[in-house]
């Protein structure tokens, strides 16, 4: 073999390898794509007396509006950010927010954040609204995953139906989610027992 082929067989050779190994780089840098976090069914909330519940598809992002007790830029809208919205044929309804943050520290951060701006919600919403009335029930803690709390919010406005809310926020690893369930009412009406048993399912599809 002349010496000028074997020159360019050694150079040929040694372009596939750095292709090959730029190839090789690329493909661990790229971007892991993964599915959405698992959402609550619509059968899996609070039952209603009077009709079923109806569910939108799992979007990427925030709802518009922000969700009650949640809006002022509290969770995240960029990139790993879902929702989920939920209602009746009458007033109930419901949504859920999941975050899928970058670690654990992230989440925990976040979750925490979010469990301060429901705890404050009734006062904040009074600061805006005055002369209506509001208050807020801590209903405890809710064991599954890496854990959860469940609030409940209560707003009334003179001459207007009052409102109730139950909020519930926890996380599973680096995934924080929010659900929210509301129709008007009072503390009484609120089925709090089931509220925290979805609020569990939730946390255990994370």
């Known amino acids: 073999m002349r010496l000028r082929d074997v020159r360019r067989r050694t150079a040929l050779t040694a372009t596939v390898a750095v292709l090959a190994a730029a190839g090789t780089t690329a493909a661990v840098a790229a971007p892991a794509t993964s599915a959405p976090p698992r959402f609550l069914a619509p059968g899996e909330l609070p039952p209603h007396a009077s009709s079923p519940w109806y569910a939108s598809k799992v979007t990427p992002g925030l709802p518009d509006p922000a969700p009650f007790c949640l809006d002022g830029g509290a969770v995240p809208a960029g990139d790993g950010t879902y929702h989920?919205?939920?209602?009746?044929?009458?007033?109930?309804?419901?949504?859920?927010?999941?975050?899928?943050?970058?670690?654990?520290d992230s989440a925990r951060r976040l979750a925490a954040k979010l469990r301060r701006q429901v705890a404050r919600c009734a006062g904040d919403w009074l600061h805006d609204k005055p002369g209506g009335t509001a208050s807020w029930k801590d209903y405890g803690t809710?064991?599954?995953?890496?854990?959860?709390?469940?609030?409940?919010?209560?707003?009334?406005?003179?001459?207007?139906e009052p409102g109730i809310h139950l909020f519930g926020v926890g996380r599973s690893g680096r995934t924080v989610t929010v659900v929210r369930w509301g129709e008007m009412g009072t503390f009484a009406q609120a089925p709090v027992p089931a509220f925290k048993a979805a609020f569990?399912?939730?946390?255990?599809?994370?």
Request: charged content about 20%.
């Open 84 to 104: 989920r919205s939920y209602w009746t044929e009458y007033d109930t309804n419901a949504g859920q927010v999941t975050v899928v943050t970058a670690d654990d």
């Open 200 to 206: 569990r399912q939730a946390l255990n599809k994370l």
């Open 142 to 160: 809710v064991s599954a995953a890496d854990g959860g709390r469940v609030h409940g919010v209560h707003t009334s406005m003179p001459e207007s």
